[in-house]
């Protein structure tokens, strides 16, 4: 999977609790990204970075927030996880000179 | 926005039999298209892209698609259809540092 992992690959937690997904690549690639997939949306983008520290919204960016301190590591996390946020949450990266981008192997998260 | 719609949620084929999977895009400017496949617990993995250039771009395990200007359209196609071939594929359009997927296709092929 083009040198990206993501953990935990499996969640389960509790509505409130807070919970932080981790993407780390391989590749030094400037870009970044956060999606979430659910049934009949495809894949909608929660938030990117382009760069350390570097970061702005996606389409569905309200509950979330991400920090990127290094540029193998992206974070998302869900401050107050509610069960609306039960989903399977994809990373991507993407290089400067690239079009297209390369995805992880995904992380599963059930909010109860 | 850059957008994309693919109009079929399912397509069946038998294998053997070419396939189209559907995309249809609404983009201001020059178009930057991909198609990318999922298959089950898996991530998405990228098939092929549209940048510039001829209309007929090959990718990936087979597969080809159609760049058509006139008709807005970036269909995703396969001469002869294998079981394996059965997933889920994503029509996507580049939208400045983003991507904007459509919904996706699952194609089941049947032996």
């Known amino acids: 999977d083009a040198g990206i992992t993501q953990s935990p690959r499996h969640k389960v937690t509790e509505t409130g609790t807070p919970v932080t997904l981790r993407c780390h690549q391989t590749e030094n690639h400037r870009y970044m990204y956060w999606y979430r997939q659910d049934p009949g949306h495809g894949l909608r983008l929660i938030h990117y970075s382009y760069g350390v520290k570097d970061t702005d919204k996606g389409e569905v960016s309200d509950g979330y927030s991400v920090s990127r301190s290094k540029t193998e590591d992206f974070l998302l996390t869900l401050e107050s996880a509610t069960s609306s946020q039960t989903s399977v949450y994809f990373c991507a990266i993407r290089g400067l000179a690239d079009n297209e981008q390369f995805f992880g192997p995904g992380t599963r998260l059930t909010v109860l | 926005a850059q957008s994309v719609a693919q109009p079929e949620d399912q397509v069946n084929v038998a294998e053997g039999n070419p396939l189209t999977v559907k995309c249809t895009y609404s983009?201001?400017?020059?178009?930057?298209l991909f198609w990318y496949v999922q298959y089950p617990n898996r991530g998405l993995q990228f098939l092929l892209k549209y940048i510039t250039g001829d209309n007929l771009v090959k990718g990936s395990y087979g597969f080809e698609a159609e760049f058509n200007k006139s008709q807005t359209s970036f269909h995703l196609k396969k001469p002869s259809a294998l079981v394996s071939d059965s997933a889920l594929y994503f029509c996507?359009?580049?939208?400045?540092?983003?991507?904007?997927f459509g919904a996706g296709t699952r194609l089941t092929v049947k032996p």
């Open positions: 996507a359009v580049r939208d400045g540092n983003d991507m904007r």
């Open positions: 983009v201001s400017g020059n178009p930057y």
